[in-house]
């Protein structure tokens, strides 16, 4: 699980919590943030999520 942030001058701290796990936080400002406006990536978990949805029968797509 994971987000896509933009981070500059203002970045702030971001608390997050995964299914009732405990409370985590990362810091969002880096050495570049007061100088550019970064677009990253941050990966919060590696549990995998799985989805899987029952195909449309009354569909006509393939």
Partial sequence: MGIAILSGPD?????YR???GEEK???LYT?????LL???YLLLGNQL???S???D???RSI
């Fill in 53 to 55: 949805a029952a195909p």
């Fill in 11 to 15: 970045a702030g701290a971001l608390h």
């Fill in 25 to 27: 936080m990362i810091d």
């Fill in 38 to 40: 970064l677009l990253w």
């Fill in 18 to 20: 995964i299914d009732n």
């Fill in 49 to 51: 999520l799985i989805y």
């Fill in 57 to 59: 029968l009354q569909s």
């Fill in 31 to 35: 050495q570049w943030s007061s100088s």
